[in-house]
């Protein structure tokens, strides 16, 4: 689908901050001290959340040498038929360990759900839009983790 493909391309752009068409795990890494400023985060949410970061990058084959921007699309795809797979041998996916690491920093009041006013830490501009996305207008108008898993899905993969 047209409008997948140029999604996906538009997430490689944003990390790609020097625009050379080839992602490193250091620019994807630079990224953490803007969501720890952001998220309020303490220091080991934000060790949970850079190996996740870091796990999430490396299954879609970004490391120390990078991934070439024409490769990006297809990594994509091969990352997603191995979270299937992972999904369909009831084995914990590398999204859903992304999510979680985001919902336990956005959880900030330890309710097992996330508020608007938590979402918005996260979310920033487009809170309203991505939160009722993320909510399917359900649980009262809270994002549970599965729920945000399930949108950190839907946002990176095909």
Known sequence: NARQLERMERRFAVFDKDGDDHLTIEEVESLKSLVRKELHATPEQMKTLKT????????????EKGLNGNDWIEALMAFNAA???RAN??????????GDA?????????????????????MMPNTNSL????????????VTR???TAYVKQMWLM
Do not use: H, P, W
């Open 52 to 63: 996740a970061i870091r796990t999430f990058f490396e299954e879609i084959g970004v490391d």
């Open 83 to 85: 979270e299937e797979e």
């Open 89 to 98: 041998q009831n084995e914990k996916t590398v999204a859903s360990i992304l």
């Open 102 to 122: 985001y919902f336990d920093i956005l959880d900030t009041n330890k309710d097992n759900d996330i508020s608007r006013e938590e979402m918005k830490k996260m």
């Open 131 to 142: 939160f009722t996305c993320a909510t399917n207008g359900e649980n009262g108008g809270k």
């Open 146 to 148: 599965k729920e945000l």
